[in-house]
């Protein structure tokens, strides 16, 4: 019996906001555009940080640690079977010196004659250790090097230092911006459905005068702004999606080479199923939580 | 029904709105409140409905105490209380009988029988015809009515009317009080804040007269009607 007095008391409180919208359309669609702009701009850095991210980890696909082995050192197979079962190891390759010296005639080309002078082959034998995404941060690769240097027959290993040092300091900076952004967007936007709701407050004033006059308690008056205002977010977060569609349906083939060179393929990734809804969520939260603010100090005792 | 102990309002400046105001009111009781504009009458009427507390003093309406109730069990109280005031208070862009459904929606009833509940209530009070308009195509005794529906259809023990006659013609005046004598008729405790002598004369019941703040007359149903020279009875 109670679920069912709940439910009622939520579609009167549905019906109620569903009316507040119609006796104030203006009020909705200025709310829901600049809620949109919002939430579009929100969109395509998410968007943008999102293939960068795709572009970052197929960089990081290619990272090797490479761990030079001592001149005597001889039982490879099982070093070969020690590194791969080490946490974060994808594959491991064994270079030999003679490999290795093939390798660096190709690499010289045309120069390649500067090594027909060694009487004997100077470079060491290696293992080339492909990386997992676990093992691409800048600590944790590092303390994985030492790990590896401190194995028997092991002198020394190499990685790029630098690539992942990068790598690091461009996701850490991205995201601290996205934060940034984002913190900065859901005040703005907080801030704009806390002040249309309270415009929507103010000429309903009327009418919650009478709802308390005749017996409303506070979640009666208060839920149907809660719910427009979770309307407004979500049709807000629906304009956004469709524009960004259609704007990167429109922006592609004019940005094709652009993108070919920024990102090393001619179509970015949209936003799958998962972070549409996230949006959404966003959008509605931003409503809801828009709504509450507004709502602090609308009194009880009229 | 209602008990009042040295019930005072006070606002900022030593202003009293009432002062030390004791009374009892039984169950089935109909009461008149009168007394000058600025009396006091429309200060103790919103207190009884929650709307304001007494600076000092209790105030028990059906059982709770006023004084010490907290704004979250307001709501439950109005529930238990149709108010009626003199402007109507009816929302303008509702329909009459959406008006009138507003408190049926509140207490959480089926939206069938909140359809039934109005529509009964409204054809009771001869409002049958005007359900879907909107109350500015209403005349002023009509949208009282809407007010009297929309305080009665959830049968309160306890109606409180302020000034309820008071932008009305006497004819369409008389005719809401019938309505609200009615009301009294079938078991729901009236309280009528007005000064207007015509229902008073008309309408024998017990009547508190306030002056300034002040219970100054408190007189009895069956003292009435007689000349000058009522009895009163002494004040409590």
Not at chain 1, 119 to 132: A, T
Not at chain 1, 294 to 299: C, D, F, M, W, Y
Not at chain 2, 9 to 38: H, M, P, Q, W
Request: proline share 4%.
């Amino acid at each position: 019996m109670i679920e069912i007095e709940v439910i009622r008391r939520i579609l009167t409180s549905v019906r109620s906001a569903l009316r507040g919208i119609r006796s104030a359309p203006l009020v909705f669609v200025i709310s829901v555009t600049t809620l949109s702009a919002g939430l579009l701009l929100l969109g395509t850095y998410l968007l943008i940080v999102q293939n960068m991210r795709g572009v970052l980890e197929n960089f990081g696909q290619d990272l090797k640690l490479v761990a030079f082995l001592d001149e005597g050192a001889t039982d490879v197979d099982a070093m070969k079977h020690t590194l791969s079962e080490l946490s974060g190891v994808q594959a491991v390759l064994y270079v030999s010196n003679d490999t290795a010296l093939v390798r660096l005639r190709e690499d010289l080309g045309r120069d390649a004659d500067v090594l027909d002078g060694l009487d004997r082959n100077p470079l060491p034998s290696s293992f080339e250790l492909s990386l997992g995404p676990e093992l691409r941060e800048e600590g944790s690769l590092r303390v994985f090097a030492k790990q590896v240097e401190g194995m028997p027959g092991i002198n020394e290993t190499r990685y790029g230092e630098d690539w992942v040092q990068s790598y690091g300091r461009i996701l850490r900076a991205m995201e601290w911006l996205g934060l940034g952004l984002g913190v900065f967007l859901m005040l703005i936007l907080g801030t704009v459905i806390a002040g249309t709701v309270r415009l929507a407050v103010y000429s309903r004033n009327d009418e919650i005068a009478i709802q308390r006059l005749v017996g409303a308690g506070g979640v009666f008056v208060r839920l149907p702004f809660y719910i427009e205002g979770a309307i407004q977010g979500g049709v807000a977060a629906a304009v956004a999606i469709s524009l960004l569609y259609a704007l990167f349906g429109l922006g592609l083939p004019v940005l094709g080479d652009i993108l070919v060179f920024l990102l090393g393929k001619p179509v970015p990734d949209f936003f799958g199923r998962q972070e549409m809804l996230a949006l959404v969520l966003v959008g509605i939260s931003l409503g809801v939580g828009g709504a509450m603010l507004s709502l602090l100090r609308l009194e009880e005792r009229t | 029904m209602i008990q009042m102990y040295h019930a005072e309002k006070r606002y900022e400046g030593n202003v009293y709105a009432l002062r030390d105001i004791s009374l009892t009111i039984e169950r089935g009781e109909f009461v008149f409140l009168t007394g000058s504009s600025g009396a006091g009458k429309t200060t103790l009427l919103r207190m009884l409905f929650g709307a304001d507390k007494p600076s000092t003093g209790q105030i028990i309406v059906a059982g709770r105490n006023i004084t010490k109730m907290t704004a979250s069990s307001v709501p439950e109280l109005r529930r238990q209380i149709g108010v009626i005031f003199q402007d109507f208070k009816l929302l303008p862009d509702r329909s009459v009988v959406d008006n009138v459904a507003i408190t049926l929606e509140i207490a959480g009833v089926s939206r069938r029988e909140i359809r039934a509940r109005a529509w009964n209530m409204l054809r009771r009070l001869g409002l049958g015809h005007r359900l879907d308009h909107r109350p500015k195509a209403l005349s002023g005794g009509e949208q009282q009515r809407v007010a009297i529906a929309r305080a009665l259809v959830n049968d309160p023990p306890l109606l409180l009317a302020d000034e309820p006659t008071g932008n009305l013609d006497p004819d369409l005046a008389l005719d809401i009080m019938d309505i609200i004598a009615d009301a009294h008729a079938r078991g729901t405790t009236v309280i009528v804040a007005t000064h207007d002598p015509s229902l008073l004369d008309r309408y024998p019941h017990r009547r508190l007269v306030l002056d300034q703040g002040r219970l100054v007359t408190d007189r009895a149903p069956e003292t009435y009607p007689t000349a000058i020279g009522r009895a009163a009875l002494p004040l409590p």
